[in-house]
């Protein structure tokens, strides 16, 4: 008895952990916030990147999957808003975070990406160990419609970015697109140049996406909050200034390290990061980047 009132003092007080004890853990739930931007278009937060949910008239189309083991997560929500199954996913680009939950969707979905998505997709250990379960079925180069009428969606792609598959999808009638990971918002951009990704190209990609699509009012991010679809063309402008003054910097002699130390966000890019993560090397990593023409 003595012994077992040490232990629990013990655990208690946080010099042994629960699992050193023997003791089982819960596991973490799984929670997602639901924003409402339509009627029938839904945007899923949490697990992930943002997963947009269309309500059509004989079916659901999502725009990403988020995080491994988050495929049920998002079924289940979906269930919430509506009794009508998802038959299609489209993917945005091939990061873990947006496309591994198509693996727990039925294999009778229909899986849409770029075609250099898929190809880079095809390269991840979640879909080999699924034996190809939630890739794509369906791929385009520049622009694909699915759907029609008020259900229609066009998938456009512009050119290279955080990868070398970003597709904008743009609901139709709605006027809301969802850009994934090519648009962050105020941030910094992560370039995965391992996929294909271009510092020195997203800011033209970004551009022609602004220009090029249409009647949208509303943008949605890869994680963050929803945007004024003006902001993609401001985004395209803060990359284009960052990579000119990176490129001065290099020009003066500083090493990625030192110029990243001194980098603050231009003042006219109200509310904008001046700082990154540790994720693909950081700001210096991005830096260096730009030095080396990638």
Known sequence: MKRLFVLGALVAAGSLSVAAAGLQQPAAAKVLEVEKLKDNLFVLRGGGGNVAVMVGASGVTIVDAKNPGWGQTV???????TPKPVVRIINTHTHGDHVSGNVEFPATVDVVTHENTKV???KMDIFKTAGGRGLPKRTFTDKLTVGNGAEQIDLYYFGRGHTNGDTFVVFTALRVAHAGDIFSGKNLPLIDTANGGSVLQIADSLQKASDGIKNVDTVIPG???VFPWAAVAEYASFNRDVVAWAQAQKQAGKTAEQAAAEFK????????SSTMGTLMGGLAGHIQRIYDGV
């Open 265 to 272: 966000a231009p003042a006219k890019y109200v509310g904008y």
């Open 223 to 225: 994680h963050n909050p």
């Open 120 to 122: 880079n997709m095809e």
């Open 75 to 81: 079924i289940d929500k979906i269930k919430e808003l």
